[in-house]
């Protein structure tokens, strides 16, 4: 990047942070190099920067990385400092006790959804979600959510950090156009649905929550077991408890429904100018 202000240590200091996930929690020298495309030399020498400060931690025994106690407080501190997870979270408990169901609340980062917060009622035994839990957004209810209420330019970068991903392509199972109208219909109902796509044996409903400028906040989801709720029971009995509560949060932050919004294009060359899509 030419911007003289711009620290490229710092940087790539963050792309180190970057390459540990929730599947891959821990990395030992040689797996960091190749994840980062830096030389060896840099790479150690920004991670013992990082093992002094307390943002990574060295294990001796595996020789191996992971995240520190630092960036974990970095993290909880952001979380706990979110207006919306205050001005959510007695909606979230409502729907919670008129459902009997677990609901999630999430914000989008890129092309993955994180967890904010969690009402928990009934355990699901075959997640291990927590708050600040990353899930995939082409997948699940919550994620899909929002993706079909991008606005334009979001929705093109986002469709193309997802196909131009030859793994997460392949997970997709449809193509650019059919997912493109799977979100169509998604802004047209007002949630989206998971039918064991994400875990087997959980379906999901998700709606999403604007915030006064129009643009897509976050959104909630309902998962429940296959076996106890059927899709009939899903889209029909919980769907409008969802949708509702997601209306009332989105209207506490501010947001007014227009009365009209423009529809996600099947194709990317008939897309309209413009960074707002507004719900329908």
Known sequence: MSDRNFVNSLQRGLTILETFTRERPKHNLQQLTQATNLPKTTVLRLLRTLVSLGYVRYEAASREYSLGPKVMSLGYATLAGMDLRDIARPCLHDLSRLSGQNVNLAVLDGIEAIYIERITRKQLISTDHTVGSRVNTHSTAVGRAMLAFLGDDELRDALGRLYDDPETARDLRLGREQFCRLLKSIRRNGYAVNNEEYIMG????????????????????????????????????????????AREISAMLGFVKPAEGPDVQESEGKRSAGNRASPR
């Not at 076996?227 to 509702?244: G, H, Y």
Request: proline share 7%; charged share 20%; no cysteine.
């Open 202 to 245: 959980i379906r999901a409903i998700g709606a999403p929550i604007f915030n006064g400028s129009g643009r897509v906040e976050a959104a909630i989801n309902m998962p429940v077991f296959s076996r106890s709720v059927s899709m009939k029971e899903l889209t029909e009995r919980f769907a409008p408890m969802l949708v509702n509560t």
